[in-house]
Every structure is written in structure tokens, then in C-alpha cells.
């Protein structure tokens, strides 16, 4: 097992929500905690926050912690953060910051709109690259709430324009079965919601109208990781 496969789950995970299609707002406030495994061994917890950032601003925040095995013994912790603003019921992008700290290696990404000139800035370090946005555009942490809240409302298939380290990507997901589901907040019966435009063995678990994140998230690109949800407020 390498270290890249340890730290997959620490690199920007997505996190999916959804919530039942009779309530049609935005969500206003939410923390909700999860177990991380790889290969079903635990190996860190992640804490996912919603809250208003005042001026028609909303701040969407994962802190991802390494608790065991090798994750923790390098002190791998990632934190999240993204500023959008919403647009009808998604999460329009303003900004994105990306933070890896490790024993053996630090990273970073900043990503910053400017709507006045629909131009997406992008600098890990090494000198700003932009390009064109796209109206509507998520990035790659708040995808999920863009999708749950798609699914939310009624869509069985969603494509997303997500703003990605070059450019504005089409990722396209779907709903492909239902289904029994037992993590630590409860036993649901469950959506599953899978990506069919990547071969990256990506599928969420939700349960509409219960929460609006999903119950279990597993993703098997570098490893077989997963996701479970442990606690969530609504605030």
C-alpha cells in the first residue's frame, strides 16, 4: 500500500447532499461528522460545516484530519474552503482554497473568481493560470452540494460545470438504484448516485429529506475509501 493511496482520501473528497424535493430552499446552516476508512480501516475524520458569510456570501468549509494508521502518523490534515453565492438552488462559485499539511508534504490551490470579467484565476504556487467561467459554475468542493440539491428537486441525471484546475469540466452523475445502508448515525434505505462520465469509482448514498449530506460516500480512485456519517445539526 503506498502513501498516495493512505492520503487519497485526505486530497478532496467530495461530499454529496440532498434533501427532499417539497423543500425547495437553500440550506441555511448545517456541521456534520464522518468516519474515514481505507481498505475498512479507519483512518481519519472529517468535519463538514455550512454558514453564511454576510453580504450575499455563503462559506462551505471540510476538515479533514488524519487519525490512524499511516495518514496519521505523517499529520496528513486537509482543509476546504469554498465562498459561492447562490444562484436560484446552486452554489455559484466565488472562491476556493485548498490546504494540505503533512510531514512530508504541504499543498496548496487558490481559485478565485472574477464575475465583473468571467475570468477563473487559478495559482498552486507556481503563477496564476486563468481562464473563461462559466455561469452556474461550481468547483470541485462544492459539486456536491450542487448535486444534492439537483437531486433534491426531482433530476435523476445532473451535469455540472465544474471549474477544475484548467478549465470549466462537464461532470455528469445519475441515480442508479436504491437500497439498504447502515453507517454510524442509523440504518436508511438509501439513493444511490453514481458519476458516468469517469471511470473512477465514485458512488453516494443519500437519504432525501432525512439530511441534506449524504449517509456514505465511497470512492476506490487510489484506494477503496469511505465515508460515513457519524453526527449532523442543522444551525
Not at 453564511?52 to 468549509?61: A, D, H, L, Q
Amino acid at each position: 500500500m503506498t502513501i498516495r493511496s493512505l492520503l487519497a482520501p485526505l486530497l478532496g473528497l467530495g461530499l454529496l447532499l440532498g434533501t427532499r424535493a417539497a423543500t425547495a430552499a437553500t440550506p441555511t446552516g448545517f456541521t456534520a461528522t464522518y468516519n474515514v476508512l481505507q481498505d475498512d480501516e479507519p483512518i481519519g475524520v472529517a468535519t463538514v460545516t455550512l454558514r453564511s458569510g454576510g453580504n450575499g456570501e455563503w462559506v462551505y468549509r471540510k476538515d479533514m484530519k488524519g487519525t490512524g494508521g499511516l495518514a496519521a502518523m505523517l499529520g496528513a490534515d486537509v482543509t476546504e474552503t469554498s465562498r459561492f453565492r447562490w444562484k436560484g438552488n446552486v452554489p455559484e462559485a466565488i472562491s476556493y482554497d485548498y490546504r494540505l499539511v503533512a510531514s512530508i508534504k504541504n499543498k496548496q490551490r487558490h481559485m478565485k473568481v472574477d464575475w465583473a470579467t468571467d475570468q477563473v484565476t487559478v495559482d498552486e504556487g507556481k503563477g496564476p493560470q486563468t481562464y473563461p467561467a462559466s455561469p452556474g459554475m461550481v468547483e470541485r468542493n462544492t459539486t456536491p452540494l450542487a448535486l444534492g440539491l439537483a437531486l433534491r428537486d426531482g433530476r435523476q441525471q445532473v451535469a455540472l460545470p465544474v471549474a477544475v484546475r484548467q478549465n470549466v469540466q462537464t461532470q455528469n452523475f445519475r441515480i442508479t438504484g436504491h437500497g439498504p445502508v447502515k453507517v454510524p448515525a442509523g440504518s436508511f434505505n438509501a439513493v444511490r448516485v453514481e458519476r458516468t462520465d469517469a471511470d473512477r469509482g465514485f458512488s453516494a448514498w443519500y437519504v432525501p429529506g432525512r439530511y441534506p449530506l449524504p449517509v456514505k460516500l465511497s470512492q476506490h480512485d487510489g484506494g477503496d475509501t469511505v465515508m460515513e456519517l457519524v453526527s449532523y445539526h442543522s444551525s
